[in-house]
């Protein structure tokens, strides 16, 4: 689409904020949103929902248009300080599949496995993201950090998830 | 003022109590331990450390709370001087000097120095808390919730606006925190709101939740792979850290200069540290004889920076114990943790419980002592944290925050959360918005909601109360200047650069 090509980073954004605020406009007009005097629960979410839209097209408005094709993505985040080392391309399928997998390894086997195999499977597979640990290094990490979360979170802590089974 | 030295030696009485005190040294010692580790800020040291406190009484809760805080920011200077990698955004600019210094071999000297101007500060900001406070919460007594609600507003809007980048982006993160606070069941009429149908939701977001989504898992996401941080080889011994006399003279006053202007910002609602160690390195630079050695390896360049955070935080909790309004996303981390504990912040925190305000300034002082003694002799130690690779980290971490966040409310659901809410921070740090916000957003949003429909109703309807209250009305005209400042700046940068993508 030729209109998008000439979008940045900002107007991407600033579309995001006016969806969301949009969103939540929807949705606070469904409960009640009484008076000033007696306001109902529907009035704050209303009014932020339209402070947010409000944000996003004032971002969009105050964002010039890039010039030629400069294509979104190909521009760096502008991360703040604590971000300033990163380099390389900001998608990393690999990494976030595995980081966003381990979690969702620890829901699954947590329900249906027990702390032992939730707590394994969340290290191994998040180890996995990083390019530089082999399956080996990742099983070592997280034969290490399960024997230690045991330790800690079942017999120190006492949470409540079962060791084994769900 | 007599009175102040009363309560502080109650204060002390409460923070030297043996289980106060083991959970207080427990928190330093393992905010600093995490704190050095690469890419751990204090935001996500304590949202990781939040579950522990639980399961133990308030008091210990916000003893260890304090003492992760200060001891991540301790062990996170570390990590920036030696490795030039600043886990928390207020040592950034201790990097720019701090750096330089370990590469000609002075890393340990820089060290010495950042502790002792972190002491010195540290210790300024807990006098002045001491005699600030009492002031300020009598003065606070008389606060109805029309002034509560505008204080509040100035808050907000001057954390939005004074951070980094765009104020339109500050404003926006801070609404979507006031809604992430919306979610759940009205406290007022009982309809559930923004839940999306989830029974799971009707309880609204768990703090945990949303700060190890929002500050470990984005994190993460965007990290993964693309560090280009090397394990630091730098090598220092204990005796490296002292610094030489001249050292000293040469830190002293950019050392005081500092603590002044950490110490007069943190007074002011909503700014944050990092503008302050800004500000307090510029200062030095200019005030200094030589500013061509700034940026390659002036003492007087992490003094000063160090010493204003320093004094900043202390300064900050000021606010956000006798106001219930916190200065920054740390403060209102500390903040959310107190209300889960169901202390609710406010001028009457101090007179209704004395333990924890004067408990809480004693152990300040306890534990920056503690950090002294203890940095010193476990340098070799922390050095060695920092060879911990990143690709250790992360996964261990990942783990230790879907523990972390079950334990909160025993809930898998919300473990799922994080993953998608670590997904949509991630989204929103590629687009350039800042985080940190959002969390200040979360927590002030409840309270704000509730002020304002109180002060409503007590007006009968009437938006003129804002006017009408003397304090009311000065926050609402400092807002309102505060708005109108940034606007002209915004639009007079807006036409000093030219279009990105044009060159």
Redesign the interface.
């Known amino acids: 689409m030729a209109v998008f090509s000439r979008w940045t980073k900002d107007h991407w954004g600033g579309a995001l904020l006016v969806a969301v605020g949009a969103a939540v406009i929807v949705a606070a007009l469904g409960y009640r949103a009484g008076t000033l005097r007696q306001m109902g629960s529907g009035f704050f979410p209303l009014v932020l929902g339209v402070l947010l839209a409000l944000a996003g097209v004032a971002q969009f408005v105050a964002t010039p248009f890039a010039r030629g094709n400069a294509a979104a993505a190909d521009e760096p985040p502008a991360l703040g300080a604590e971000h300033a080392h990163l380099a390389g391309p900001v998608v990393q399928w690999r990494g976030w599949s595995c980081i966003v997998g381990g979690v969702a390894a620890f829901v699954v086997l947590g329900a249906h496995g027990g702390l032992v195999p939730a707590s394994f499977a969340s290290v191994f597979v998040a180890a996995l993201g990083d390019r530089r640990n082999s399956v080996r290094d990742a099983a070592l990490l997280a034969a290490v950090m399960t024997a230690f979360g045991v330790a800690v979170f079942h017999y120190g802590l006492r949470v409540l998830l079962p060791l084994w089974g769900g | 003022m007599h009175e102040s030295l009363v309560n502080l030696m109650y204060g002390f009485g409460v923070a030297l109590q043996p289980d106060n005190l083991m959970w207080s040294v427990f928190g330093v010692l393992v905010g600093n331990l995490i704190g050095v580790l690469p890419?751990m800020?204090p935001l996500s040291t304590i949202s990781m450390l939040l579950p522990?406190t639980y399961?133990i009484p308030p008091v210990p809760a916000i003893l260890m709370l304090a003492g992760i805080f200060y001891g991540s920011q301790y062990g996170g200077a570390i990590g920036a001087i030696l490795l030039?990698?600043?886990?928390?955004?207020p040592?950034?600019v201790t990097?720019l000097d701090g750096y330089p210094l370990t590469r000609q071999g002075k890393g340990g000297t820089a060290l010495g120095i950042t502790m002792m101007a972190s002491f010195f500060a540290a210790s300024v900001g807990i006098v002045v808390m001491i005699f600030l406070s009492q002031p300020l919460v009598d003065l606070a007594q008389h606060f109805g919730a029309a002034d509560i609600c505008a204080i509040m507003l100035l808050g907000l809007l001057s954390g939005a606006t004074m951070s980094?980048?765009?104020p339109?982006?500050g404003?926006?993160m801070t609404?979507?925190g006031?809604?992430c606070g919306?979610v759940g069941t009205?406290a007022?009429?009982g309809?559930p709101?923004?839940t999306f149908g989830l029974a799971e939701l009707r309880d609204g977001l768990e703090l945990g939740c949303l700060t190890m989504g929002l500050f470990g898992?984005a994190?993460?996401?965007?990290?993964?792979?693309?560090?280009?941080?090397e394990p630091s080889h730098a090598r220092v011994r204990m005796r490296d850290m002292r610094p030489s006399g001249a050292e000293i003279r040469r830190a002293f006053w950019p050392m005081i200069r500092g603590t002044t202007v950490g110490t007069l910002f943190g007074a002011l609602p909503g700014t944050g540290p990092?503008i302050t160690t800004f500000i307090a390195y510029a200062l030095e630079r200019k005030w200094s004889k030589t500013p061509e050695r700034f940026g390659r390896g002036a003492l007087e360049g992490v003094a000063a920076p160090e010493a204003s955070s320093h004094s900043k935080t202390q300064v900050d909790f000021i606010p956000t114990m006798s106001l219930g309004i916190p200065g920054d996303a740390v403060m209102a981390l500390i903040l959310g943790a107190l209300i889960i504990k169901g202390v609710q912040p406010g001028p009457q925190l101090i007179s209704e419980h004395p333990d924890i305000f004067w408990g809480l300034v004693a152990s300040f002082w306890i534990g920056n002592v503690l950090l002294v003694i203890l940095n010193v002799p476990l340098i070799g130690m922390w050095v060695r944290m920092l060879q911990v690779?990143?690709?250790?980290l992360?996964?261990?971490a990942?783990?230790f925050?879907?523990?972390g966040v079950?334990?909160a409310r025993?809930s898998?659901f919300d473990?799922?959360l994080?993953?998608v809410i670590?997904?949509v921070g991630?989204?929103l740090?590629?687009?350039?918005?800042?985080l940190s916000q959002v969390l200040l957003g979360f927590v002030l949003g409840p309270m704000l909601?509730e002020n304002?429909?109180r002060a409503?109703?007590l007006s009968?309807?009437?938006?003129g109360v804002f006017l009408e209250r003397p304090v009311a009305a000065a926050f609402i005209a400092a807002s309102a200047l505060l708005v109108l400042v940034q606007g002209v700046a915004?639009v007079r940068r807006?036409r000093a650069v030219t279009?990105?993508?044009?060159g």
């Not at chain 2, 009968?460 to 938006?463: K, S, T, V």
């Open positions: 890419g800020g522990l399961v030039n990698l600043p886990s928390h955004p040592h950034a990097c980094r980048g765009s339109i982006k404003v926006a609404v979507l006031l809604l919306v009205d007022i009429s309809t709101r923004l898992i994190d993460f996401l965007v990290s993964v792979n693309r560090t280009t941080v990092t690779p990143y690709r250790f992360f996964p261990a990942v783990f925050i879907a523990v079950y334990s025993n898998l473990v799922g994080v993953a670590g997904i991630a989204l740090l590629v687009l350039d918005f800042p909601e304002f429909r409503m109703l009968r309807g009437e938006l915004f807006r279009p990105r993508g044009a």
